[in-house]
């Protein structure tokens, strides 16, 4: 078996924004493959890992991350850009980034200093439009021969790093904690039977959960788990009222997403996953999302609907170039997935 912490660290370095999934995708393909799983890439890119017969089980977590791409060079040789999925344009000045030309260029996101701004500036959010990259160059001629035109892509760059504790620190944990504990559920499911576990690598979430959609629509599956992260409070702005999901305690099982705009988690379906962990002595905390959704919400109404359920590893500072997760919650999430698969069989909606 292989602990997803040691999945980790490799997932988190590398980069695949909405759209450019490929060096996640492969790498999750082989590791798949390595599990003795058979594996398919559909037209668009999910990772389609498949063993054993019997009820489906889709498991699906989400290879993409936030991003931006260039949509036009100065003739300086700064690029302007926008975004690919939900960022926040307060977190983006300064932030190192790769630029994935012809060859990964690193570059930094400029926007004016305080000390040029007036007084009224200075109470204001720099919105991303303002901003730029800089990657050093001279022209607009030396970007092009870099490769670098409108729609090439940008990645926030920035090393993993493990703190004191049990936490880690680094780019992407959403959604490669779910992939890493993803890749270690495949490395514990050895001589597996009862069901098919179909274990998926999606893309696109961060701009429309659309990989999972394609997923669900095709496997047909039975049962569908989306393995993510969730908002995790405990820091001095959030109030544990509004945000009681805590780092350390536990994958949280998001009972409702969206505000009820998304997954809706059936009351038995709920009250089975209680009891598997409870029985299984796994640690597990409960969400209700007022925004947020996860591929869950786009799987329970695929064809004529699927029962869904979404488990959400709690982290801090999600979309930002420095999220935080418990690796105990990585490791935990990966145990609840593995005995509600291995307990579905028995389970009587």
Not at 152 to 178: H, M, V
Request: glycine letters at 10%.
């Amino acid at each position: 078996m292989v602990e997803a912490r040691d999945y980790l660290k490799k997932l988190s370095e590398m980069h695949a924004p909405s759209g450019m999934e490929d060096e996640v995708a492969d790498f999750m393909q082989k590791e798949f493959e390595k599990h003795g799983f058979n594996t398919e890439r559909d037209v668009l890119g999910n990772v389609i890992a498949r063993k054993g017969k019997g009820k489906k089980v889709l498991v699906a977590a989400h290879m993409d991350e936030p991003a931006f791409a260039v949509s036009s060079v100065t003739k300086e040789g700064f690029l302007k850009f926008v975004k690919v999925g939900g960022l926040y344009d307060g977190i983006l000045p300064t932030s190192r980034v790769a630029v994935h030309a012809k060859e990964r260029i690193t570059g930094v996101i400029g926007a004016k200093p305080p000390h040029l701004m007036k007084d009224e500036e200075e109470k204001k959010l720099i919105e991303f439009e303002q901003m730029f990259v800089d990657i050093g160059a001279s022209s607009a001629t030396e970007t092009a021969k870099l490769g670098i035109r409108p729609g090439t892509f940008i990645t926030f760059d920035s090393p993993y790093r493990e703190l004191r504790n049990g936490l880690a620190l680094g780019k992407a944990f959403d959604d490669r904690s779910g992939c890493a504990a993803l890749l270690s559920l495949a490395s514990r499911l050895k001589n597996f039977d009862g069901c098919e576990a179909c274990l998926v690598g999606t893309i696109r979430e961060e701009t429309g959960l659309f990989g999972a959609a394609m997923a669900a629509f095709k496997l047909e599956p039975d049962f569908a788990i989306s393995l993510d992260v969730t908002l995790a409070g405990g820091t001095p702005d959030v109030t544990e009222e509004k945000i009681p999901v805590k780092l350390g305690a536990g994958p949280a099982l998001g009972v409702i997403e969206g505000g009820g705009r998304g997954l809706i988690m059936s009351n038995k379906l709920i009250q089975w996953a209680e009891k598997t962990a409870a029985a299984k002595k796994i640690p597990m905390q409960f969400e209700v999302s007022d925004r947020g959704r996860s591929d869950a919400s786009s799987m329970q109404y695929s064809r004529a609907g699927v029962l869904a359920a979404s488990i959400g590893i709690p982290s801090r500072y999600i979309h930002s170039p420095n999220e935080m997760v418990d690796l105990k919650d990585v490791e935990n999430s990966t145990l609840l997935v593995e005995a509600l698969l291995k307990e579905f069989p028995s389970f009587k909606p």
